[in-house]
């Protein structure tokens, strides 16, 4: 089994809309292969930030379908409020081709059931034995998988080859203490923006899954890169990864709050990406004095950027 695919950085694509507020899967394969063409190890497809909860089971499915068959390294969300859709998803990653699975725990029926959901991680890994699989662990799904759980899973479904941590600083921490420190062979995934340094040079991340990547793929590419630098105790590499992460702060820090699509969306529309103007919901968007503060933060950063790179000889 290859788990190459959980290694670097991977952005969590969001979902552009046509017209008339339907998923645009030419622009999502678009994007896609201009990320992996920038550097990306790959593209995660349907998280949060592809709005999942909005699509339909076959709209998902076809935009997994198109950007595998155009070459993506492509990793699967299955989040789904019933087990029966996420087995689906699963299934249907495996047989068109799909590089690995982000495993959701079970949402709104029985969400703090340890025993259910232990069985629903079972059905969705059982689904796709092939596939490697990380679970993703959120607050925001309103449960936390532990130590014991992930490895009685692990025993059982050796698919399951990592963790995808989105709970913060003190989540990321616990799931290097407590398993990837139990097992050199189990890989973290670092899943909030504003924590790629805390897991890269403190908890022994292989790998980011970002949002805001999408909108500033460069620069979170050399976050990414210099973080690698300093785990392995370059000094200057450290410095400058503190640097970089402190000046991407408030940018980052909408990847942990709930508009988070809205904002990064906004972003690719500053950069010229027109499809993501939309969202599915009409009623979904940013207030005005969301959008100048996104845009003042956003020209400050660019603005520095371009001074500090320049000042260092960065590409």
Same mark, same amino acid.
């Given at each position: 089994?290859?788990?190459?695919?959980?290694?670097?950085?991977?952005?969590?694509?969001?979902?552009?809309?046509?017209?008339?507020?339907?998923?645009?899967?030419? &622009?999502?394969?678009?994007?896609? @292969?201009?990320?992996?063409?920038?550097?990306?190890?790959?593209?995660?497809?349907?998280?949060?930030?592809?709005?999942?909860?909005?699509?339909?089971?076959?709209?998902?499915?076809?935009?997994?379908? @198109? /950007?595998?068959?155009?070459?993506?390294?492509?990793?699967?969300?299955?989040?789904?409020?019933? $087990?029966?859709?996420?087995?689906?998803?699963?299934?249907?990653?495996?047989?068109?081709?799909?590089? =690995?699975?982000?495993?959701?725990?079970?949402? *709104?029926?029985? !969400?703090?059931?340890?025993?259910?959901?232990?069985?629903?991680?079972?059905?969705?890994?059982?689904?796709?034995?092939? *596939?490697?699989?990380?679970?993703?662990?959120?607050?925001?799904? !309103?449960?936390?998988?532990?130590?014991?759980?992930?490895?009685?899973? @692990?025993?059982?479904?050796?698919?399951?080859?990592?963790?995808?941590?989105?709970? !913060?600083?003190?989540?990321?921490?616990?799931?290097?203490?407590?398993?990837?420190?139990?097992?050199?062979?189990?890989? /973290?995934?670092?899943?909030?923006?504003?924590?790629?340094?805390?897991?890269?040079?403190?908890?022994?991340?292989?790998? &980011?899954?970002?949002?805001? =990547?999408?909108?500033?793929?460069?620069?979170?590419?050399?976050?990414?890169?210099?973080?690698?630098?300093?785990?392995?105790?370059?000094?200057? &590499? @450290?410095?400058?990864?503190?640097?970089?992460?402190?000046?991407?702060?408030?940018?980052?820090?909408?990847?942990? =709050?709930?508009?988070?699509?809205?904002?990064?969306?906004?972003?690719?529309?500053?950069?010229?990406?027109?499809?993501?103007?939309?969202?599915?919901?009409?009623?979904?968007? /940013?207030?005005?004095?969301?959008?100048?503060?996104?845009?003042?933060?956003?020209?400050?950063?660019?603005?520095?950027?371009?001074?500090?790179?320049? $000042?260092?000889?960065?590409?």
């Amino acid at each position: 089994m290859n788990d190459n695919i959980f290694t670097g950085c991977i952005p969590a694509l969001m979902t552009p809309c046509t017209a008339d507020r339907q998923p645009d899967f030419d &622009a999502l394969v678009a994007k896609g @292969r201009e990320l992996v063409d920038l550097g990306m190890s790959g593209v995660v497809y349907c998280g949060s930030m592809g709005d999942w909860p909005l699509l339909t089971e076959a709209q998902r499915q076809e935009g997994v379908a @198109r /950007l595998v068959e155009a070459g993506i390294p492509t990793i699967v969300g299955t989040g789904a409020v019933n $087990s029966r859709e996420a087995v689906s998803h699963a299934a249907h990653a495996a047989k068109v081709g799909a590089h =690995g699975l982000m495993v959701i725990p079970r949402v *709104l029926s029985r !969400g703090a059931s340890l025993s259910a959901q232990k069985a629903h991680f079972s059905a969705i890994l059982d689904a796709a034995p092939d *596939l490697p699989a990380v679970i993703y662990n959120s607050p925001y799904y !309103g449960f936390a998988t532990r130590a014991e759980l992930f490895f009685e899973l @692990r025993r059982e479904h050796p698919n399951l080859i990592g963790f995808k941590e989105f709970g !913060g600083a003190d989540d990321l921490r616990y799931a290097a203490e407590n398993i990837t420190s139990q097992d050199d062979k189990v890989t /973290l995934m670092v899943g909030v923006d504003t924590t790629v340094y805390h897991g890269f040079v403190n908890c022994g991340a292989t790998g &980011a899954i970002t949002g805001i =990547g999408n909108a500033l793929p460069r620069e979170v590419l050399k976050l990414v890169e210099l973080s690698k630098k300093a785990a392995k105790g370059d000094v200057q &590499a @450290r410095r400058l990864a503190q640097e970089l992460e402190e000046a991407l702060g408030v940018l980052s820090s909408f990847d942990e =709050g709930a508009d988070l699509v809205l904002y990064y969306k906004h972003l690719m529309v500053l950069n010229g990406d027109q499809e993501y103007a939309l969202h599915f919901n009409e009623s979904d968007q /940013l207030s005005e004095a969301q959008r100048r503060y996104v845009e003042t933060q956003y020209d400050l950063f660019r603005s520095w950027y371009a001074q500090w790179s320049a $000042s260092l000889n960065i590409a």
